[in-house]
């Protein structure tokens, strides 16, 4: 069974500053990687995602992430933070195929941004 | 309007009730899903359909019940509510397209159980 390990409960950072989410996978194929950002009172958005080919993923609202395959991680970053992007970030795997077609969350990071 | 709709948005009740949430999509998606969310715990799958006629059980299934009315409606019931059933439920759809699916999520329901 696969699971997802976000080990940074709550980050803070200065608006315009460099940011890092740390996330941690456990599966054993090819996982299809996922990163969700949930503002206060609203749905979960894609921010995402990585299936193959380049580690190196580019998402939207300026948002990256790198798949370590050697390492299981799937780190979010952006290069300078917005007040905007103050919201809780889930880093999730899914297993395709077989009829496991499903997503396992990681417990999220709160990302709290300072003037 | 939205894609993925959720009713109620709110709701408070009493332990005991029967409580029915609702979803609907636009999206066309054959595969739905519902998710329960708890501080501290992330999101975790309650039941998923593939289809009208195929309903699977996720990790904590108990205590709870869906019903897959059509391709753009799945409902998820309680059929006695408890309090720790109090959450923050979504549902999502999923598209299954070259390169693996994305799942689209609706606004959530805040239920409260008192």
């Known amino acids: 069974a696969q699971s997802v390990t976000q080990p940074d409960i709550h980050i803070t950072v200065s608006e315009g500053a460099s940011l890092e989410l740390r996330c941690n996978y456990s599966y054993g194929a090819t996982p299809y990687l996922f990163w969700y950002v949930q503002s206060p009172g609203q749905g979960l958005q894609l921010l995402l995602k990585?299936?193959?080919?380049d580690t190196l993923v580019q998402g939207i609202k300026g948002f990256e992430a790198e798949f370590k395959r050697s390492q299981s991680s799937f780190n979010l970053r952006k290069p300078s933070v917005h007040w905007s992007d103050a919201a809780e970030y889930f880093c999730a795997v899914g297993a395709w195929g077989f009829g496991n077609e499903k997503l396992t969350f990681g417990t999220g990071t709160r990302l709290t941004i300072i003037p | 309007d939205a894609d993925v709709t959720q009713t109620p948005r709110n709701r408070i009740t009493k332990t005991g009730k029967r409580i029915m949430l609702e979803c609907s999509q636009t999206k066309g998606h054959d595969r739905m899903y519902w998710y329960r969310q708890d501080p501290g715990l992330g999101l975790r799958l309650i039941y998923y359909?593939?289809?009208?006629?195929?309903?699977n059980k996720g990790e904590i299934s108990d205590g709870y019940s869906v019903s897959r009315q059509a391709q753009a409606k799945f409902s998820l019931s309680l059929e006695s509510a408890i309090p720790n059933q109090t959450a923050l439920y979504f549902c999502?759809?999923?598209?299954?397209?070259?390169?693996?699916?994305?799942?689209?999520f609706g606004p959530g329901t805040r239920l409260t159980v008192l």
């Open positions: 990585y299936f193959s080919g």
């Open positions: 999502a759809t999923s598209d299954l397209g070259a390169g693996g699916g994305t799942q689209y």
């Open positions: 359909s593939f289809d009208v006629k195929d309903i």
